[in-house]
């Protein structure tokens, strides 16, 4: 009885490990890309997880220089890389009485496209990915709604016709997909009462009217001169969201600029239990990113050009990235938050405590990220502009 729980314990304890290799790519990926997107002006809001687990698939049929500068840019370690990735999906995929969250994979073929069996036994192995025949070439439209109902259904309506005739054509062979939902209520909700109309700081010469929730209470807590960090958790614990507000005279910009893993997991690693009184907008973003040029500049260059190699995949130099198309949801109030994602890898064949509470007052742009705590897998990242 006793080896067979200490076996038990070997087992987890192994599982935890390959999981948090997965987690650490993940958030690598997802700093770098964060820091490429503050570049531009707006909200920001994406799935490192969803990204980084849609490219992984793909990175099981690279080769050569194609393998190289993806494993670069994803932060990917060889060893364990996809056992890793299969143990983080089981973990995030386990069911919740506190929170929903779900992630799913699927493969969308080229009707009598042939694939190595090899390919496609890693893909189920790994990832759990069901194959489904479509047909780009004679029936395009119905084959991107297909691959649209799908993205709908797993992510409970919130990505809808995310995939176009401008990311899919006739010489489109292979799409791989990956989704995420989450929807999860705090530990502690607002007061609907406590809500009041009062002002979003954008920038010094412009704001904008919102409706900003109030709650005091004890949270997870770090300041210093350039930002104040709040962890908001989900009912369930195993879940929150992490606010980083930069101090009225630090410019977001600034900090973006140092964003790094080691930053982030210092602030995280002084958080303590404080006496807050927090005020937070509620705020919707959706976003959708065509990622091509952005993964190339990120240094993925010839995954998208005549140079590809994924000969893994079918045994042919034929295949090449179209784009990687990526869109996000994010849903904040009084009850909780609800945010879902979905990737779409498109291939196709080559042609060319103080005695009073510390204020927290989010009335000003910020940086939040929810992460699972298991695992610390940064699932969802994001910056609010202007709510």
């Not at 090899?118 to 990832?127: A, P």
């Not at 790094?260 to 976003?287: A, C, D, H, M, Y």
Request: charged residues 25%; glycine residues 4%; contains cysteine.
């Amino acid at each position: 009885m006793k080896r067979s729980v200490s076996m038990v314990i070997v087992f987890l304890f192994m599982s935890m490990c390959l999981a948090a290799n997965a987690a650490n790519s993940v958030n690598l990926f997802g700093l770098d890309l964060y820091r490429v997107l503050a570049g531009r002006q707006g909200n920001i809001f994406f799935s490192p997880f969803s990204i980084s687990t849609a490219l992984a698939m793909t990175y099981l049929g690279a080769d050569g220089n194609t393998a190289l500068q993806m494993k670069q840019v994803l932060h990917f370690e060889d060893e364990g890389l996809h056992e890793s990735f299969s143990e983080l999906i089981a973990s995030l995929n386990k069911p919740s009485e506190a929170y929903k969250l779900i992630t799913a994979n699927a493969l969308w073929v080229q009707k009598n496209y042939p694939l190595l069996e090899t390919f496609l036994r890693d893909i189920d192995r790994y990832y759990r990915a069901p194959v489904n025949t479509v047909d780009f070439v004679s029936d395009l439209d119905n084959s991107i709604r297909k691959v649209n109902e799908w993205i709908e259904e797993k992510t409970a309506g919130k990505i809808k016709n995310m995939l176009t005739r401008d990311d899919v054509d006739s010489l489109t062979r292979l799409i791989l997909t990956n989704a995420i939902y989450f929807k999860g209520r705090w530990k502690i909700p607002f007061d609907e009462k406590l809500t009041k109309k009062d002002f979003f700081y954008v920038n010094e010469t412009t704001k904008v009217e919102v409706d900003m929730m109030e709650l005091t209470e004890k949270f997870e807590y770090y300041e210093d001169d350039q930002v104040q960090v709040l962890k908001l958790p989900y009912a369930g614990s195993s879940l929150s969201m992490v606010i980083v507000l930069p101090r009225v005279s630090v410019k977001l910009i600034e900090l973006e600029k140092d964003l790094t893993k080691e930053r982030i997991e210092g602030w995280l690693k002084n958080l303590s239990e404080r006496r807050v009184q927090l005020f937070l907008p509620r705020f919707k973003i959706l976003e959708r990113i065509a990622m091509r040029e952005t993964l190339m500049k990120m240094g993925m260059v010839d995954a998208f050009t005549d140079r590809a190699d994924f000969s893994k995949i079918d045994g042919t130099h034929m295949l090449k990235i179209q784009n990687v198309i990526h869109q996000a949801f994010v849903e904040v109030n009084e009850e909780g938050t609800e945010a879902a994602a979905a990737t779409a890898v498109i291939m196709g064949i080559k042609m060319a405590m103080p005695v009073m509470p510390v204020i927290f007052r989010a009335d000003r742009p910020f940086m939040f990220f929810i992460q699972e705590e298991t695992s610390n897998t940064i699932l969802f990242m994001g910056r609010l502009q202007k709510p």
